[in-house]
């Protein structure tokens, strides 16, 4: 088994969370705002950002010691280490999140704005690890 590299760790999930920002900002901020039924005003009433924020990191950490967990266990090819990042995003945490939807009656355009983050997310933690290899 081999070393799990810590500061890859930590920038594959603040890559992860930059990813977030830009895709929940500028590129689907508004349609995804609509989609999930969520108001500038629900925003304004003072909802805990910094608590979503530190939380939303702390997870997106978890998966990347999770995902260097795997790349120290089996070693993998540089082609493998981004069919392991993106295949999880598009077959694992894309699914899932697309089954709780089906039974919350959430709308495929919010499905879509969401599994696409997750995978584009995802895509980028396998390039940190691999500009660590």
């Known amino acids: 088994m081999g070393e799990i590299n ?15 920002m830009v895709w929940y900002g500028l590129l689907f901020g508004k349609i995804w705002q609509r989609e999930a039924g969520i108001t500038d005003g629900t925003i304004a009433r003072g909802h805990n950002m910094a608590l979503i924020f530190v939380l939303a990191f702390l997870f997106e950490l978890l998966i990347a010691l999770m995902l260097g967990h795997q790349y120290a266990r089996t ?11 993106t295949g999880f995003g598009a077959t694992i945490m894309a699914p899932a999140i697309g089954i709780n ?20 997310g995802m895509t980028a933690m396998g390039l940190v690890f691999l500009a660590f290899r």
């Open 75 to 85: 070693n993998p090819s540089p082609r493998g280490l981004m069919m392991i990042a």
């Open 101 to 120: 939807y089906l039974f919350q009656r959430k709308s495929w355009k919010l499905f879509a704005i969401d599994a696409g983050h997750l995978i584009v």
């Open 6 to 20: 810590m500061l890859a760790i930590f920038l594959a999930a603040l890559a992860f969370f930059v990813i977030g």
